[in-house]
Structure formats: C-alpha cells, structure tokens
C-alpha cells in the first residue's frame, strides 16, 4: 500500500490508529478519580506528544541515519515558531500560510548552518551546531528584541497584538489561530460514564500532519537515498573512495529533518500563538536528542514514543505533590503513610528533572537501542517462553 | 464516583467541529456547553497554583508554593486564619469560596515561557483549575496572562516586576498585586537624592532582556529628575555569571554610583564581584562610592550574604512590616514553616485571598464578575497597609519599601532594614503614562470562555 | 592603556576557570576517549565541597537567650559553633574564616575518589561504545548530580566567601605608575590565577617528569603497544581520570569566593569549556590551556563599552563565533596534533 510493504503498511497503520484513538488511549483512568493524576488525553498535551514526535522523526533522518549529532537543532524549531507568529501578525490567524512559511524559513536556514557545519564531522559538527543555535539563542532573547528592530520581543515572547495589522483578518473569523474558520481550540468533550475525553481541532490538524510526516520518513528510510545516508553513517571514508561525495546527501538530509523542525515550531505557534527564544537553548535541543535516544536512534516508532516518554514527565510527574501522594498511601498506617512519602518525595513535582536523569542513564546504559529495543526484547521474551526453553535454545533470529 | 465531579472539568470552546455531530447513543452524554470556563458544580473548587519548582528561581516557586497552600487553609477554615481576621473586606468567612471547599493543583514553570503556558494549560485544561496564581518572572507573567485571558480564567500575577505587565501587556483578565520598575524607581530616587546628594554620576549594568531595559529606563529617568547624571548603561548578557570584566571599568569611568540593574542570579554575582573589587572602600569624586540594587528579595540577599550591607534597594513587602496585617501573616507562616515570608510569599498569599474575597463579593466565579468585583477595590489588612486594585490597568497601589542591607544583622532573617515606607502617592502614575504602553495600552475585553 | 591592561587581567582571571575545566575534560579525553559531559558537574562538586565544609565548621549548638527575641518574639536560639567552643571563640572564627582554603584538603581525596569511582563504576562500560553513547550517559549522569546537590542545598546561590585577609583589593595602577583607581584588581581573584597556575604547571610537570606521567603519555600516543609491553596502562588512566576530577574539583573550590556555587553552574560552563577544548585542540593539553585564556581574554575585551557600541550583542556570541572560525578554518585546533579527529 501506497509504496510501503507490508511490515511498513502494517505500522503505518498502527500509528495511524494509535493517535486517532489516542484521546480514548491517553485517558484510561475515570475523571475525578485518583488515578486521573495519570490521564494525559487532554489537549494540550496531546498536542505536544504529536508536534515533538514530528520534531524527533525529522531529528532521526538525521542521526539515525547518518550518525551527526546535532545540538542546534532546537534552532530550527525556534525559527519556524517566529515565522508561524508572525505570519499569524501580518496576514491573519489562518495556520496554513503560517506552517508553510516556518517550513520555507526553516529550510533555508539550515541550509545555511548546515552547509557551513557539515564542512566537518563527529564532535566537531555537534560543537559548531551547538555554537550557532547558542548565537541564535542569545540573539533572539536579547539583541533581536530592542526597541527599534523588534523581531522577537524577547523574553516574553513574541505574540500577536490588537494593533497588529493581520490584513486578511474578518471578524467572522475566531480571534485565534484556525484552519479556515475551524479554530484550534475548538474541543468536542464526550463523557461515557465515568469518563470523559476530548476532541480537539488541533491536535487533530497536528496527528493528520504527523501521519503524513511519518509516512514521508518510512520512504526516506526505505529509499536508495536513505541507502545513501546509512552508508555515510557506517563508512565514509569507503563512501568517497567508490567516487561518492557524501556532502550532498548529508546537507539533504540536515535540511530536511530542518524542516521538520521548523514544522514543529510552526505547529506549536498554530496550537499557542506565542513564540519564545527558550525554544532555541541548547537544552531545548539536548531535548530532542534525549527523545530520539531514549524511543531507539534510527528506528523508526523509537523517536515518537521517546517524545511522549519525555513529555508525558514533564507534564505528568511535574504536577504530583505532597498532597496527592498523602492520598495516595493514606490508606496505610500514619507513621508508614508519612514514611512513603519521604521515600517518593525526591523523585516527583519538583524532583521530576532526577527521574528523567535516573531513566535516561538506565536506558542508555542498559537498552541501547532505546525503548524499541525494549519492546523487542520483551516480545522476544513472551514467544520464547511460549514456545518452551528447549525450542528456544536451538532458534536463531535471522540477520536483520 | 458522584455525577457531579465528572462535569467539574468544563471545555475551552465548543467550536463548530464539536457540531460536526457524531451520531450517539443516548448513553453518551456530550456535556452542555458551561456558562464559563471550568465552572465548579461540585462541592469544591480548585485553584491552579504556577510556580517555578526546576531551575535557578525553585527556591522563591517553594516559598511561594508555601504561602498559597497557607492561604487555602485559612480560606477553608484551618489554623489561625491569618490575614482572614484583619483583611478589611470580611465577606471570606473561613467555610471555602462561595461555600465550597477549596482544593489546588500544582504545576512547574521552569521560569520559562512555554513550559508555564503548557503547566497552565494543564491546570486548566484538565484538572478544571479557575484560576492561575504564582510566578517568578516577568517573561512568565506576560505569557500566562495571554493564556489565561483567552481560556477565559482569572491570572493573579506573583513575582512580576516590568513595567509591561500591567503596562503594554496588561490584560482584563490578568492581575497583579506586586509592585513595577517605574514604582521602584520613583520610590528610591528621593531617598538615594536624600542619602547620596543630588549631584551624582551613575553607572547602569542592566541585564540584557526586557525587564532590564524597563528597569534601566524608569531608574534613569527618575534619578535625572533630581539632577543625576547617568555616566554609561551597559548590558550585560543574562547568561552571564561572572560580571569582572563589566564591574572593572567602573571606578575609571568617572561615577560615583553604580546601579546593578539585575535580578537573581545575575544580582548575586554582579554584586558580589563589585564588592570584590572593593568598590564600597572607594572614593570617586570626592564622594563614597555607592551601589544601589533597585529590586530586592529575601533570596537574593540571602544569596548575596554580607556583601549587600548598606546597599540600597525596594522591596514590595518585607515582614518586619509593623502593621496588624503583617503581624498576623508573619504569625501563623512563621509558626507553621518556622522562618518569616518572602515578599513574592506575601504577595502571592494576597492574591489567594484576593481573588477569593473577589468571587465572595461578586457571588460568583465567573472572570468577568471577579474581574468586576477587584476593579477599584480598596482594602487594607493584607501586609502591606491601605492598597488599591486600579480599575484601568488593573495594577495595585500601595506603598513602597525602600530597605537597606543591614549592617549588623542579628539573625539570618533581618539582614535587610526598612530605611524609608515611601507613600502610594509619589509612585503613582497616570494609566497611560509612555512606560506603560502610552494611550494605546488597553485591557481589552473580560473573557468568561462561554 | 590601563583599560587594556585591565582587561588582559580580567581575562586572564576568566580563562584560569576555562583553562581548568578544559584541562581536565582534555585529560580524560585524551587517556580514555571518553567524552565526558559530566565534568561541569565535577567543577560543581567540587565547589560544594567548600559549602559542606564550611557548613561543618558551622555545626553548632543552640542555646536560649532570654534577653534577645526571635523574629516570632520567641526567647532568641543562638547558634555556637563547636569549633568556637573547643577552640576558643577567636581560633574558631579564624577558622571558619579560612574554610576555603582548609576546603582544598578535604577535597582532593574527595574528587580523587568521586573520578575513580565514576571512572569504575560507570564509564568504564563505554569505552567501546560511540562518543555520541559516552554524551549522553554523562549528561544524564550530569543531570543527576546537580538534582542530588540542589535537593540538599537548594536552588539558591550560597556565599563561600574568602578569608577576611584576603579580602578587597589591590591597587595594581598605582604600582605600574599609573593614576589611582586606574586598575584595581581583586586579591582573591589574583590568587585564583596563581593558584590555577600552579595547578595546570603541576599537572603538567607530573607528566613531563614521573615514571608514571611518561607511562601515561605513552599511553595516550599509543595505547595498544604500551599495553602489549606489559603495562597495564587501565589503571593508569583510571587514576588519570581521579586527577581531571580532581582538577576539575579544586577549580571549582577555589572559585566559591567569586560567583557564589549553585547547582547549575556546571551547566553554565559545560557548553563553554567544550568549546574551550575543541579551539585549542581535542586531545591537546598545552592547547586547551592556551585556548581557555585566550577566550577569557577576547571574552573580556568583547565586553567593553567601546566593543558592544561597534557591534551591539557581540559580548553574548564571541565565544561561539570564535569557535566557528577556529573550526572552519584549523579543524585540529590551535595546537592539535594533525590527524587527531581531524575530519
């Protein structure tokens, strides 16, 4: 189906059902019952797994493929997020010009970073995409926002205001980003019983763009061009000795995983019309890195699900406080109840930064390949089991 | 599972795609649209509390974090009551808000943008919060404003001190209780005309963001006033940590005031790398060598230890304020978390009880009737005497603290001293002066979300 | 003049910071191959260190004072130091005064330990894995370290202050003939560049001059001939990677009394001493010295009034500008030996 073989087609079909359904699928616990505190399926964060999973699939065409790691290329993100705002400034709330300039933006500068930086490889590369996306950074929160040449405005962010021209604005038109009059924050809410679960337009917007992006990767990833990528990650030296240069095929794939990123920081601007520089810190890209390791580099699920590991934490685990764990181990004995929460205190609301660092060193140290290789070792391990130990001792997996 | 806590959690719009009708069977219930966003129909009410708890400002999130929960234990009748005996509107009765119990969520700003506006939205999004309190910054605060004034909630600003929040930024549905740049400046100026002489020449370091310029802007322009010569105003980069190279030049440049125009972090090193050069011990001009700090807080002197002795600033609040409000405040945080409060503390325990009295008042929790309700209300009895919520930029008016590092602090709480209560009305300001976004500065329209 | 002067101070005061992280992060990359992203971290460490010792001369015992109140008007606790009581009130207070220095003993055997241990214990198992394997698992590890520290001492900066003799400043212009209050340069930080001195001369005399520093340079050149003469050349550089910790430690101890440590100051010098190394060359010490005072000294003069009015902002990007030329230009470096990771 459309190109992609059958293992291809089976997961692109996969991920399509898992976020069409994935306002029932993140919201499994009854609202208002203790166990919501878990419940991700609202808006918002829905959003953010789907439009950091675009980030990270386009980060992965880079380094899964071609092994350079990027420390820019929250960058990018940031760049597209500025044009999208803008756009929404000068013409009018409607998303699609403004996606489809922070693409455009975004392609041309990391066309430009990228040329300069692929000029060297390894440790070299990861400082010089580093450098500029900290230039880019300190630019935008401080110089790029003074008074006469306001670009960014800074540290609050740059948003749409009364005055702005918008010239393409109608007041039948919401007074907020929308496709053509639908707008993004419109949300259908359904309650079944004791659950709730939310529609929302543009998380919507944002998975149908996803699957589509997806889609385009599994076909880079397949074609003679991702071929191309891979041979630069495992010998580049051999590469140019067959008479190949791999600068162009490297300087296409940086560009388009910048592209991706710039449609990631579009789409986060069409979610929340707001733009700030932090976007661009090099955290921001480390970021993008800790997803696309801890999901499994060059797979090709690995970096959505590492998206919404990270941020389903950041939401999540972030929130949890003394007194929802007091609930939670109230039904103990005082003395014990007060114990288990000295115990768990460390780890969650504000401590939620040491849990992604302990998880984040246990994945690299122990599962290389990152949540996928998990999964895989896990299944390996229920067929095994099912098919008996005699059986499995004389089974060998064939070379992938 | 009561009925009633399911239909707690409202909907931001029903826009025209939740028309797009799905045929149902009649055991699924598509909740009727509420009269505002996340209108409490249960038996409690919950409040959504943003403070940074990551990154270099956790500790003041903490003290913050500390005095909300304070504050929703007097509302619900526990402990002494605090500021609910001495707070001049006596519509709070200790039995919740509007007779229901007060809860609250809590989430972590990171002091960045985007992370408070996703920890906001979560807030309200999902745990059905009807109000956002609390923040350490100014960035912030701008953000969370926007997002509470389109998802049609109540924001009760904390720390926030640039101009713009209540200036160019200012929102109907966005409140703050903390003091502004401009207020600092036209508070300290006399004094430092006063302790210094009206003929100094002043150095700026101002950190290199929004807040900074603001701060620069007003200081300068009120210390020209009385006759001050600004020297240089030179930025420095806010990811700085060390300021040596920018501190240097100074003794050589002709000033005999430095301005550290930072906050934070920024504050502590800058200051204590001008200490270091001895700055303090010298003589320019003829005259003492002096610096002045023009935003204080608890942490930062805490931070900046003894180096800020004899180091003026302001302050919005300090709790060794001699007034019933204070005193009952200072009392029961004191006994309960065995250290006195921080100003962005104060401030955020006022805005709780603000904003409850408000909906008491109003006898409802809808935006636009709070909004109504805390437009030109006077109280006092709070902490920081007879204050004003101005109606047209919705900023409060109140005094302001010029305080001093104290020389011979006597235990590790009051190594400030209150040099001067300056009175509300010299820094009051018109609406539309020019700092504030001049005659185009609007609040726009009160948002309920319906 | 005097400006320049004193900016060439200013910058040679910065780079001593840079020039010790950059040495021991070039230490370790050069003996094991690892690229270490938790050396920020160890600089932290170390300089919380001075924090806990100083918090332990300042162990005390309370006793109630009726005539003073608390801030609840309370009778008033006041805290004695035991070091006061045992030693007298005035030996006491001067040692607190010197917790500082006295924090440099305690820390040596400290990081010496803490490298060994992280060295042992965890990147040990990634020799053999990509560099892009050795950043990740140090960053996490990183991250880990400075959440561990911030939740027992906070977020906020805490004041490691120098002893009171070594406070203020001197007046360096008046000594060169120049006007008072020309170039006033603070004592202590005068001491930081000499102690950094000391301290990089020290390292490198340890392996110009010992048996065992000769060992490791061989090693570093070619670790698997050394091996096969019989040496055991890992535990050589396992003990490399305790004295880069220990670099890395007694920098940031001795930078307490300048910018108050809080726990993310790691971070804040993590990016910069990585660009600090690769300017001056990967794998190459006397590079990753000169490369720290050289950026000290161009990030000072890129500060001044008379560079950011030329070009607004150049004081936020200089430090990364100047690595994207060094890189564009001369990949290996200033002083990196050709071929080493030059490509």
């Given at each position: 189906?459309?190109?992609?073989?059958?293992?291809?087609?089976?997961?692109?079909?996969?991920?399509?059902?898992?976020?069409?359904?994935?306002?029932?699928?993140?919201?499994?616990?009854?609202?208002?019952?203790?166990?919501?505190?878990?419940?991700?399926?609202?808006?918002?964060?829905?959003?953010?797994?789907?439009?950091?999973?675009?980030?990270a699939?386009?980060?992965?065409?880079?380094?899964?493929?071609?092994?350079?790691?990027?420390?820019?290329?929250?960058?990018?993100?940031?760049?597209?997020?500025?044009?999208?705002?803008?756009m929404?400034?000068?013409?009018?709330?409607?998303?699609?010009?403004?996606?489809?300039?922070?693409?455009?933006?975004?392609?041309?500068?990391?066309?430009?970073?990228?040329?300069?930086?692929?000029?060297?490889?390894?440790?070299?590369?990861?400082?010089?995409?580093?450098?500029?996306?900290?230039?880019?950074?300190?630019?935008?929160?401080?110089?790029?926002?003074?008074?006469?040449?306001?670009?960014?405005?800074?540290e609050?962010?740059?948003?749409?205001?009364?005055?702005?021209?918008?010239?393409?604005?109608?007041?039948?038109?919401?007074?907020?980003?929308?496709?053509?009059?639908?707008?993004?924050?419109?949300?259908?809410?359904?309650?079944?019983?004791?659950?709730?679960?939310?529609?929302?337009?543009?998380?919507?917007?944002?998975?149908?763009i996803?699957?589509?992006?997806?889609?385009?990767?599994?076909?880079?990833?397949?074609?003679?061009?991702?071929?191309?990528l891979?041979?630069?990650?495992?010998?580049?030296?051999?590469?140019?000795?067959?008479?190949?240069?791999?600068?162009?095929?490297?300087l296409?794939?940086?560009?388009?995983?910048?592209?991706?990123a710039?449609?990631?920081?579009?789409?986060?601007?069409?979610?929340?019309?707001?733009?700030?520089?932090?976007?661009?810190?090099?955290?921001?890209?480390?970021?993008?890195?800790?997803?696309?390791?801890?999901?499994?580099?060059?797979?090709?699920?690995?970096?959505?699900?590492?998206?919404?590991?990270?941020?389903y934490?950041?939401?999540?685990?972030s929130?949890?406080n003394?007194?929802?764990?007091?609930?939670w181990?109230?039904?103990?004995p005082?003395?014990?109840?007060?114990?288990?929460?000295?115990?768990v205190?460390?780890?969650?609301?504000?401590?939620?930064?040491?849990?992604?660092?302990?998880?984040?060193?246990?994945?690299?140290?122990?599962?290389?390949?990152?949540?996928?290789?998990?999964?895989?070792?896990?299944?390996?391990?229920?067929?095994?089991r099912?098919?008996?130990?005699?059986?499995?001792?004389?089974?060998?997996?064939p070379?992938? | 599972?009561?009925?009633?806590?399911?239909?707690?959690?409202?909907?931001?719009?029903?826009?025209?795609?939740?028309?797009?009708?799905?045929?149902?069977?009649?055991?699924?219930?598509?909740?009727?649209?509420?009269?505002?966003?996340?209108?409490?129909?249960?038996a409690?009410?919950?409040l959504?509390?943003?403070?940074?708890?990551?990154?270099?400002?956790?500790?003041?999130?903490?003290?913050?974090?500390?005095?909300?929960?304070?504050?929703?234990?007097?509302?619900?009748?526990?402990?002494?009551?605090?500021?609910?005996?001495?707070?001049?509107?006596?519509?709070?009765?200790?039995?919740?808000?509007?007779?229901?119990?007060v809860?609250?969520?809590?989430?972590?700003t990171?002091?960045?943008?985007?992370?408070?506006?996703?920890?906001?939205?979560?807030?309200?999004?999902?745990?059905?919060?009807?109000?956002?309190?609390?923040?350490?910054?100014?960035?912030?605060?701008?953000?969370?404003?926007?997002?509470?004034?389109?998802?049609?909630?109540?924001f009760?600003?904390?720390?926030t001190?640039?101009?713009?929040?209540?200036?160019?930024?200012?929102?109907?549905?966005?409140?703050?209780?903390?003091?502004?740049?401009?207020?600092?400046?036209?508070?300290?100026?006399?004094?430092?005309s006063?302790?210094?002489?009206?003929?100094?020449?002043?150095?700026?370091?101002t950190?290199?963001?929004?807040?900074?310029?603001?701060?620069?802007?007003?200081?300068?322009?009120?210390?020209?006033?009385?006759?001050?010569?600004?020297v240089?105003?030179?930025?420095?980069?806010?990811?700085?940590?060390?300021?040596?190279?920018?501190?240097?030049?100074?003794?050589?440049?002709?000033?005999?005031?430095l301005?550290?125009?930072?906050?934070?972090?920024?504050?502590?090193?800058?200051?204590?790398?001008?200490?270091?050069?001895?700055?303090?011990?010298?003589?320019?001009?003829?005259?003492?060598?002096?610096?002045?700090?023009?935003?204080?807080?608890?942490?930062?002197?805490?931070?900046?230890?003894?180096?800020?002795?004899?180091?003026?600033?302001?302050?919005?609040?300090?709790?060794?304020?001699?007034?019933?409000?204070?005193?009952?405040?200072?009392?029961?945080?004191g006994?309960?978390?065995?250290?006195?409060?921080?100003?962005?503390?104060?401030?955020c325990?006022?805005?709780?009880?603000?904003?409850?009295d408000?909906?008491?008042?109003a006898?409802?929790?809808?935006?636009?009737?709070?909004?109504?309700?805390?437009?030109?209300?006077?109280?006092?009895?709070?902490?920081?005497?007879?204050?004003?919520?101005?109606?047209?930029?919705?900023?409060?008016?109140?005094?302001?603290?010029?305080?001093?590092?104290?020389?011979?602090?006597?235990?590790?709480?009051?190594?400030?001293e209150?040099?001067?209560?300056?009175?509300?009305?010299?820094?009051?300001?018109?609406?539309?002066?020019?700092?504030?976004?001049?005659?185009?500065?609007?609040?726009?329209?009160?948002?309920?979300?319906? | 003049?005097?400006?320049?002067?004193?900016?060439?101070?200013?910058?040679?005061?910065?780079?001593?910071?840079?020039?010790?992280?950059?040495?021991?992060?070039?230490?370790?990359?050069?003996?094991?191959?690892?690229?270490?992203?938790?050396?920020?971290?160890?600089?932290m460490?170390?300089?919380f260190c001075?924090?806990?010792?100083?918090?332990?001369?300042?162990?005390?015992?309370?006793?109630?004072?009726?005539?003073?109140?608390?801030?609840?008007?309370?009778?008033?606790?006041?805290?004695?130091?035991?070091?006061?009581?045992?030693f007298?009130?005035e030996?006491?207070?001067?040692?607190?005064?010197?917790?500082?220095?006295?924090?440099?003993?305690?820390?040596?055997?400290?990081?010496?330990?803490?490298?060994?241990?992280?060295?042992?214990?965890?990147?040990?198992?990634?020799?053999?894995?990509?560099?892009?394997?050795?950043?990740?698992v140090?960053?996490?590890?990183?991250?880990?370290?400075?959440?561990?520290?911030?939740?027992f001492?906070?977020?906020?900066?805490?004041?490691?202050?120098?002893?009171?003799?070594?406070?203020?400043?001197?007046?360096?212009?008046?000594?060169?003939?120049?006007?008072?209050?020309?170039?006033?340069?603070?004592?202590?930080?005068?001491?930081?560049?000499?102690f950094?001195?000391?301290?990089i001369?020290?390292?490198?005399?340890?392996?110009?001059?010992?048996?065992?520093?000769?060992?490791?340079?061989?090693?570093?050149?070619?670790?698997?001939?050394?091996?096969?003469?019989?040496?055991?050349?890992?535990?050589?550089?396992?003990?490399?990677f305790?004295?880069?910790?220990?670099?890395?430690?007694?920098?940031?101890?001795?930078?307490?009394?300048?910018?108050?440590?809080?726990?993310?100051?790691?971070m804040?010098?993590?990016?910069?001493?990585f660009?600090?190394?690769?300017?001056?060359?990967?794998?190459?010490?006397?590079?990753?010295?000169?490369?720290?005072?050289?950026?000290?000294?161009?990030?000072?003069?890129?500060?001044?009034t008379?560079?950011?009015?030329?070009?607004?902002?150049?004081?936020?990007?200089?430090?990364?500008?100047v690595?994207?030329?060094?890189?564009?230009t001369?990949?290996?470096?200033?002083?990196?030996?050709?071929?080493?990771?030059e490509?």
């Amino acid at each position: 189906m459309l190109g992609l073989d059958k293992k291809d087609t089976s997961l692109l079909i996969i991920v399509a059902i898992l976020t069409l359904l994935a306002p029932f699928i993140l919201n499994p616990f009854p609202a208002g019952s203790a166990m919501a505190q878990f419940n991700a399926g609202y808006p918002d964060l829905m959003q953010r797994f789907v439009i950091f999973g675009i980030f990270a699939i386009g980060f992965n065409i880079l380094f899964g493929l071609t092994g350079y790691l990027s420390f820019g290329h929250a960058a990018f993100l940031g760049v597209g997020s500025y044009s999208a705002v803008w756009m929404f400034k000068l013409l009018s709330y409607n998303v699609i010009p403004a996606i489809a300039l922070s693409v455009v933006v975004a392609a041309l500068f990391s066309l430009l970073i990228g040329y300069v930086s692929l000029r060297r490889s390894g440790i070299y590369f990861s400082i010089l995409t580093l450098a500029f996306a900290q230039m880019s950074f300190a630019l935008a929160y401080s110089v790029l926002s003074n008074p006469k040449f306001n670009l960014t405005n800074g540290e609050t962010g740059l948003q749409v205001y009364a005055d702005d021209p918008q010239i393409f604005h109608r007041d039948s038109l919401p007074d907020m980003p929308h496709l053509f009059g639908l707008s993004m924050r419109s949300t259908y809410k359904l309650d079944i019983g004791a659950w709730s679960f939310d529609f929302n337009a543009g998380y919507y917007l944002c998975a149908v763009i996803m699957m589509v992006m997806f889609y385009l990767a599994i076909r880079i990833f397949r074609s003679p061009f991702g071929m191309m990528l891979r041979a630069v990650k495992s010998n580049q030296q051999r590469m140019n000795y067959t008479g190949l240069n791999p600068r162009p095929y490297t300087l296409a794939a940086f560009v388009i995983s910048g592209m991706y990123a710039g449609l990631a920081g579009g789409l986060m601007a069409a979610m929340d019309p707001l733009a700030g520089a932090e976007r661009m810190q090099w955290t921001a890209s480390g970021e993008v890195v800790l997803m696309t390791i801890l999901g499994g580099a060059g797979t090709l699920i690995g970096p959505v699900l590492g998206a919404g590991f990270i941020k389903y934490f950041e939401n999540i685990f972030s929130k949890i406080n003394d007194t929802i764990l007091h609930q939670w181990f109230s039904f103990l004995p005082d003395g014990l109840e007060d114990f288990m929460v000295f115990i768990v205190h460390p780890f969650i609301g504000k401590g939620w930064h040491l849990t992604l660092g302990i998880l984040f060193m246990l994945v690299v140290i122990f599962l290389p390949g990152g949540l996928v290789e998990g999964g895989q070792r896990l299944g390996k391990w229920i067929r095994n089991r099912g098919k008996g130990a005699a059986e499995a001792k004389t089974k060998h997996e064939p070379a992938e | 599972m009561s009925n009633n806590e399911l239909t707690r959690r409202g909907l931001l719009r029903t826009g025209a795609v939740a028309g797009a009708g799905v045929a149902l069977p009649t055991i699924f219930t598509a909740s009727s649209a509420a009269a505002y966003t996340n209108e409490p129909t249960g038996a409690t009410v919950t409040l959504g509390f943003n403070v940074p708890q990551t990154g270099p400002y956790a500790d003041e999130g903490n003290d913050e974090l500390l005095a909300q929960q304070l504050a929703v234990e007097h509302l619900n009748g526990m402990g002494d009551g605090g500021c609910l005996n001495t707070f001049t509107s006596k519509a709070l009765k200790g039995n919740g808000i509007l007779g229901k119990k007060v809860t609250f969520v809590t989430g972590d700003t990171q002091t960045k943008s985007d992370a408070a506006r996703a920890s906001a939205k979560s807030m309200i999004e999902k745990d059905g919060a009807i109000m956002i309190n609390g923040g350490s910054s100014s960035g912030v605060a701008v953000a969370v404003q926007g997002l509470c004034q389109d998802a049609g909630v109540i924001f009760m600003a904390g720390l926030t001190h640039s101009n713009d929040t209540t200036g160019k930024d200012r929102k109907k549905n966005g409140f703050r209780h903390f003091f502004n740049a401009y207020m600092s400046a036209a508070a300290l100026a006399p004094v430092l005309s006063k302790e210094m002489g009206a003929d100094r020449r002043a150095y700026h370091l101002t950190a290199d963001y929004t807040w900074g310029w603001t701060q620069q802007e007003s200081i300068a322009a009120a210390t020209e006033a009385m006759g001050w010569e600004t020297v240089n105003n030179v930025l420095t980069p806010l990811a700085s940590t060390d300021f040596s190279s920018y501190i240097a030049p100074v003794l050589n440049s002709g000033a005999d005031v430095l301005v550290l125009n930072h906050y934070g972090g920024n504050m502590v090193n800058s200051l204590t790398n001008a200490i270091q050069f001895g700055l303090l011990d010298k003589v320019a001009n003829g005259k003492d060598f002096k610096i002045v700090v023009p935003l204080y807080s608890e942490l930062m002197a805490a931070g900046a230890g003894e180096n800020i002795k004899g180091v003026l600033g302001s302050m919005n609040y300090n709790w060794q304020l001699d007034n019933e409000g204070s005193k009952a405040f200072v009392k029961s945080f004191g006994e309960k978390y065995g250290k006195p409060p921080s100003n962005s503390a104060q401030t955020c325990y006022a805005q709780v009880l603000l904003y409850a009295d408000a909906c008491e008042r109003a006898g409802t929790f809808n935006p636009c009737g709070v909004a109504e309700a805390l437009e030109g209300f006077e109280f006092d009895g709070l902490g920081n005497g007879k204050t004003l919520y101005r109606a047209d930029d919705h900023q409060c008016f109140k005094d302001v603290l010029v305080v001093r590092g104290a020389q011979n602090p006597s235990n590790a709480y009051d190594t400030l001293e209150i040099v001067e209560v300056t009175p509300v009305e010299q820094v009051m300001y018109a609406p539309d002066h020019p700092m504030f976004g001049g005659a185009e500065a609007s609040l726009g329209e009160c948002n309920s979300g319906a | 003049m005097d400006a320049i002067i004193l900016q060439i101070l200013n910058g040679l005061d910065k780079g001593s910071a840079y020039a010790l992280i950059a040495l021991g992060l070039t230490l370790i990359f050069g003996t094991l191959g690892v690229v270490n992203f938790a050396h920020g971290a160890l600089f932290m460490i170390g300089a919380f260190c001075a924090v806990t010792v100083q918090r332990l001369l300042n162990l005390s015992f309370q006793t109630v004072d009726e005539t003073q109140k608390d801030f609840l008007g309370n009778p008033l606790k006041v805290d004695t130091p035991y070091v006061e009581a045992w030693f007298g009130p005035e030996v006491g207070a001067t040692i607190i005064d010197w917790s500082v220095p006295l924090a440099v003993v305690f820390a040596i055997p400290i990081m010496l330990a803490v490298g060994y241990a992280m060295e042992r214990g965890l990147i040990k198992h990634f020799y053999k894995r990509p560099h892009a394997d050795q950043i990740l698992v140090t960053f996490g590890l990183a991250i880990v370290l400075q959440e561990i520290i911030k939740y027992f001492f906070g977020a906020n900066p805490i004041q490691t202050p120098e002893p009171s003799a070594l406070k203020g400043s001197l007046d360096i212009g008046l000594m060169l003939g120049f006007d008072p209050n020309a170039i006033i340069y603070p004592i202590w930080r005068l001491v930081y560049f000499a102690f950094s001195v000391v301290i990089i001369g020290g390292v490198f005399a340890f392996l110009q001059f010992t048996t065992f520093g000769m060992v490791v340079r061989a090693g570093m050149a070619d670790r698997e001939t050394v091996g096969l003469l019989g040496i055991n050349i890992d535990k050589r550089f396992t003990i490399m990677f305790g004295i880069a910790a220990g670099v890395a430690g007694l920098a940031g101890v001795m930078y307490g009394p300048l910018n108050p440590p809080n726990y993310h100051m790691g971070m804040d010098f993590l990016v910069l001493s990585f660009v600090v190394v690769v300017v001056g060359g990967m794998g190459s010490l006397p590079g990753a010295v000169a490369a720290g005072f050289l950026l000290g000294i161009l990030e000072s003069f890129a500060s001044t009034t008379w560079a950011t009015t030329t070009i607004p902002g150049i004081n936020q990007i200089i430090i990364y500008l100047v690595a994207i030329i060094i890189l564009l230009t001369r990949p290996r470096g200033l002083l990196g030996r050709k071929g080493v990771m030059e490509d």
